[in-house]
Each structure stands twice: as C-alpha cells, then as structure tokens.
C-alpha cells in the first residue's frame, strides 16, 4: 500500500466549489443586501453539479458512478461494518458515501433550479418555500456526510479531507489513476464561470 492518484482535478476542484458555493449561499440566504452574492454562489453549485453529472460517466475511473454507486445491499453492509467499527476498505467512494454524492448533486441542481426561478420571480412565493426546504435537506445531507468523513478518517486512520486536495489516496500502485485531467479542470472552471453569471445576471 502507498499513496496514489485516485481523485482527477475536476473532482477536486468540483468537490471545493461546490462546499464553498453552498456554505456562502447558507450563510446570505436570509439578507436582502446580499441578494446577488446569494445567487452566485447557489449558480456556482448548480454549474458543478450540472458538470458533475456526465463526469459521473467520461471521468477518470473513480469519478465515475459505476464504481461507487452500489445497491442497498452494499451500502447496509458497510454501515453496518462502520457500527462494528471495522469498515471495510475502499479505493473510491465507499458504498454510502457513493449515494450521498448522488444525492447532493440532484438536491443541487434542484436546489438551484428552484432558487433561479425564484430570483426571476417565478412561481411565487410556493417556490421560494421549496427551494428553502431543498436547501435545508441539502444542509442535513451535507452533516451526515461530513460526519462519514470525519469518521472514516478516524476508523482507517487516513485523512480524507486531505486526500480531497491532494488527490491522494492509500492503494496499491495498479489502483492509480493515470492522469488528474488537467484539461478537464480547465473546461470545468470555464464552464462554471460561464453557467454561474448566465445564471445569476
């Protein structure tokens, strides 16, 4: 076992917008004055997500869905592991953690699709209360997550934020991306760019 390549650039940089975008929308959600930092911020998740989505399918290999995303089965068998405090390996995203990813990202592009209508003035204020409740089961999906994060560090002894930014992971040399797709990043950081103020102006 050493450290090897696991998450690409797009992951990387995907995952840190995306947590950044969400907490500033959390935190102006409330204020009148910071109205239009509020919609930028939630287009900034909106575009990640949006992106995220067929990465979920072209990406590198553990960015892809088909490696983490696992049936009921799986994900009762390594919450129960977690319980016993024994969890069981994973070069990616272990089997819960492969569905809070899925769930974030359509509680994103719903939570952003809600709050763009509202912005606009659409749909009135029935709109506005849905987006708020998408948002604050987003906040609650976000927590479980974290906690999963903070306890899968603990319980295999590996830094997992740190893995999330340096891309790195404990595995076996053959288990190794090959490439953190630089270029991808690049059209990710365009893209978001380009969604997030048609999204928000």
């Known amino acids: 076992m050493q450290k090897i390549l696991v998450w690409d650039w797009p992951v990387r940089i995907g995952h840190w917008l995306m947590v950044g975008g969400f907490i500033v929308a959390w935190l102006t959600s409330e204020s009148e004055t910071w109205r239009l930092v509020h919609a930028c911020s939630g287009a900034i998740v909106i575009a990640v997500a949006l992106f995220r989505v067929p990465w979920g399918f072209i990406g590198s290999r553990y960015a892809r869905f088909v490696d983490f995303v696992r049936g009921p089965g799986s994900v009762i068998g390594y919450l129960s592991s977690l319980l016993?405090?024994?969890?069981?390996?994973?070069?990616?995203?272990n089997p819960a953690g492969g569905w809070a990813i899925v769930i974030l990202l359509a509680l994103g592009i719903a939570c952003?699709?809600?709050?763009?209508?509202?912005?606009?003035?659409?749909?009135g204020g029935w709109l506005d209360d849905v987006?708020?409740?998408?948002?604050a089961t987003m906040?609650?999906?976000v927590i479980v997550h974290v906690a999963g994060v903070i306890s899968g560090s603990v319980l295999h002894g590996e830094n997992l934020v740190r893995a999330m930014l340096t891309g790195r992971k404990n595995g076996m040399p053959d288990e190794a991306i090959p490439s953190a797709r630089p270029i991808a990043a690049i059209i990710l950081l365009a893209w978001v760019a380009a969604a997030s103020w048609w999204l928000a102006s």
Do not use: D, I
């Open 84 to 93: 016993k405090l024994q969890p069981a390996p994973h070069t990616g995203h």
């Open 112 to 123: 952003g699709v809600t709050g763009w209508a509202t912005y606009n003035e659409f749909g």
């Open 131 to 135: 987006h708020e409740g998408l948002a």
């Open 139 to 141: 906040l609650a999906v």
